[in-house]
């Protein structure tokens, strides 16, 4: 049985946000085995365990105070739509959700996409971003690989993080707007335990 | 022929066209799911019975306003005047059936007499939420808890819940020696307050009360203060049933600062024993939305059991007219959001395939029923403001195409038949 009474802190188990989670953590003087078999590690000489989870389901864990803290970024905190408390804005792992659409492609301005398809992973920042703009577009929600959407001609356009731009490219995709600027944050529980340590003054 | 007949309806009555039954669809389910989600079940009573079972429940003013008439077989019969002496005869009738404490709503149209004016009519619906079978605050609480959901549930931010216990001003009254008899009729006048004046109140009061006794009475009742201020003034009367509901709304999670203390705040009805509320939308002038109380005898006059009750009733047309005054209706959906098109014979199964399939992904949609024009087809999905047109001519038919016509700006948009349904399901808004 897991001790209740320790403070538990979720990080991406292996992707973008992994290695400045880790030094995040470290840099408050918690030290803990990277992420190997065990899904659960505790910290050197600290009442802590880090949890390696999927980052989407970080919210989740975070929101039914099933761990106190997470790590996560920006951008699925605001997908996933949970009462959590953001604690900071971390500065590490920046990325951009943008519309891109095909090279070509008749949709020159963000007005132009009115009536079109865009397929996306991030449906509700989507969702504001038009609702914002007042542009009807229909918004076709899938998982994963965004970018082959259009030459399968599933969407005329797409929304997907990018970082540096290369994925994008590779697949003929060219910028068009800018829907949301997200970075790592530091998520904490609605419901926080009396004796949980402050991991901001650490 | 000149002998048609004319194609009236009577004064304070109302016949409601698909886009007024679009709205109080809307409004009536918010209302309804607010009910459920607290765990009220629906019940529903005749709108006609004997009209010994209403007479006499109301008062004189009451009574005069009930519509009644002999039947067929030479009974006299009632309309149903409200939802809450009804409801009393039917515990009455089924209470040993029914699990105590029993929570139900009814929503259902009551008529009146009366003169028809603004927001007046004769028949009209009322909403009603009673937990009968506890004396316990917590279902006061549950009240109050439910008029704050919903209102906000129907975009109400600015509305009051004015509350006050008639325990507490029998207390005052008795205080001041208005005998127990005259209490009741020194209430009465005292719920008419707000309409007309202290001076009204004054003349009204003097054949019972003396100047003086009167003069005490409406300095303790008309003392603006903050809330804390009026209920401290009072220490000397019973508040302690007032204390305790606030307390119960605050743990509720009731906003505090919706709750106006108000002793002048009476309740016309006799029957009132404890807490009784009304409710007011601060943006619209137009009365109280909502309104009621507990109640102690009301099944007495039914059954020789005793029940405790606690209700209110949510003035459904009022709440309409203040919805359709602050412009809260726009956007609203009527019908259907496709029209699918009747292009000729020889598309027509495809057209019917393409409809049932968005029928079933449950897309409201319908089709044209002759293969008129192109133009007259759009014009008919206009005057319905359907949003989206569907059009599958044989062109489109052979590459497994659709073409959707949005009508709000007129741009087309050609894709997959297969995709149709996830295409329209993803639209941000219509």
């Not at chain 1, 009807?136 to 001609?153: D, W, Y």
């Not at chain 2, 309104?291 to 006059?301: E, F, H, I, T, V």
Request: hydrophobic share 40%.
């Amino acid at each position: 049985m897991t001790d209740t009474k320790r403070t538990r802190i979720a990080i991406q188990k292996s992707g973008r946000l992994t290695d400045g989670s880790v030094k995040f953590l470290s840099s408050r003087g918690l030290r803990f085995q990277r992420n190997g078999r065990n899904l659960i590690t505790p910290c050197d000489g600290a009442p802590c365990d880090v949890l390696h989870l999927r980052d989407d389901d970080i919210p989740e864990y975070v929101c039914r105070s099933v761990v106190d803290f997470g790590i996560v970024g920006e951008n699925v905190l605001y997908e996933k739509n949970v009462r959590v408390r953001l604690l900071k804005r971390l500065g590490f792992s920046p990325c951009s959700l943008v519309i891109a659409v095909p090279q070509g492609s008749s949709i020159k301005v963000p007005e132009d996409l009115e009536g079109e398809r865009i397929a996306t992973s991030h449906p509700r920042l989507l969702t504001r971003f038009l609702r914002e703009r007042q542009i009807n577009a229909a918004i076709i929600t899938i998982r994963g690989a965004v970018e082959v959407t259009p030459q399968l001609n599933l969407a005329d356009a797409v929304c997907d993080i990018t970082q540096t731009g290369t994925t994008l490219k590779e697949h003929a995709l060219v910028p068009l707007t800018t829907v949301f600027e997200s970075q790592a944050v530091l998520i904490e529980s609605p419901f926080p335990k009396p004796d949980t340590m402050n991991l901001l003054s650490l | 022929m000149d002998d048609l007949i004319k194609p009236k309806i009577l004064r304070g009555t109302r016949d409601f066209l698909p886009k007024d039954m679009a709205k109080r669809h809307l409004v009536m389910d918010r209302i309804r799911s607010v009910f459920v989600n607290f765990g009220y079940s629906a019940i529903e009573t005749p709108a006609m019975e004997y009209a010994e079972t209403f007479l006499g429940k109301y008062g004189d003013e009451g009574s005069r306003l009930t519509y009644t008439f002999k039947d067929k077989g030479g009974r006299e019969v009632a309309l149903r005047f409200d939802q809450t002496v009804p409801f009393a005869r039917f515990v009455a009738r089924y209470h040993k059936a029914l699990p105590m404490p029993f929570k139900r709503y009814q929503i259902s149209p009551v008529w009146r007499a009366d003169r028809p004016g603004k927001a007046r009519y004769r028949e009209f619906y009322q909403c009603d939420i009673d937990i009968i079978g506890t004396k316990s605050l917590l279902a006061e609480g549950e009240i109050a808890k439910v008029m704050t959901v919903v209102f906000e549930a129907l975009g109400f931010q600015e509305f009051v819940i004015k509350y006050n216990s008639r325990r507490l001003m029998n207390s005052i009254l008795t205080t001041l020696d208005v005998p127990e008899e005259r209490q009741v009729e020194v209430i009465r006048i005292l719920d008419k307050l707000g309409r007309i004046g202290r001076g009204g109140v004054e003349k009204e009061l003097s054949p019972h009360l003396s100047v003086e006794t009167t003069r005490r009475l409406l300095d303790i009742i008309i003392r603006e203060g903050s809330e804390a201020e009026k209920i401290r003034w009072l220490q000397a009367y019973d508040t302690k049933e007032i204390k305790d509901f606030l307390r119960i709304c605050d743990a509720f999670g009731v906003p505090m600062e919706k709750l106006v203390f108000d002793v002048s705040l009476a309740r016309g009805l006799d029957y009132y024993t404890g807490i009784v509320f009304e409710a007011f939308l601060t943006e619209v002038d137009i009365g109280a939305v909502c309104a009621g109380g507990r109640y102690d005898g009301l099944c007495s006059m039914f059954s020789r059991e005793r029940f405790s009750g606690v209700g209110v009733a949510f003035g459904f047309d009022r709440i309409m007219l203040a919805m359709e005054e602050r412009d809260m209706f726009r956007g609203i959906r009527l019908n259907s959001r496709v029209l699918v098109t009747y292009f000729d014979e020889a598309t027509l199964p495809n057209a019917l395939r393409i409809l049932t399939d968005l029928q079933t992904a449950r897309i409201n949609a319908e089709i044209y029923f002759e293969p008129e024009k192109l133009g007259k087809q759009l014009k008919y999905a206009d005057k319905k403001e359907i949003p989206f047109v569907v059009i599958c001519g044989p062109d489109e038919l052979e590459r497994g195409e659709a073409t959707i016509k949005v009508m709000k700006t007129g741009k087309q948009k050609t894709i997959p038949q297969s995709q149709l349904t996830a295409y329209l399901n993803g639209y941000t808004y219509d």
